[in-house]
């Protein structure tokens, strides 16, 4: 009788941790990158930097059912692909970085505002490649 009491317990958890593991989740990084996430997580959105060992931001990632980032014709840069979706990289303006920001609409009613900051056109380069190796699976905020 105690094994079926313990498996009947076991059971109900394991649904529980998976759930709690999946609640705001970040996107896959590319694999072999050495980038680790380091998250922020509000009511309404999931902040993801991603690291390198470092301790260097390669870019980030902000999740949200709305974003107040907006394409502007007039800061069109770069074209990439990022998880099989086609984005446009726009530029910001930071005194002394290059900053890009793009944004994708995932399918559960939220975005990915992707954004990086760098110092030189090779780290440019580097980041644009990294951020475009992300995979959007399981990418739900709050108690979606």
Known sequence: MKT???MAIAALLIPLGAFAQSAGSCPELPAATGLGWETTQGEDFLYCK???DD???AFAVMLRAESPFRERFSLREEKGTIDGREVRWYRGSVQDAIVRETLIELDD???????L????????AESLRLS????FHDTRIGSN
């Open 117 to 124: 900051r760098v110092d030189s056109e090779q780290q440019l």
């Open 50 to 52: 991603a690291m390198r």
């Open 4 to 6: 079926k009491q313990w």
């Open 55 to 57: 301790g260097t931001q």
């Open 132 to 135: 475009e190796g992300l995979r």
């Open 109 to 115: 009613d939220l975005t990915a505002h992707i954004m």
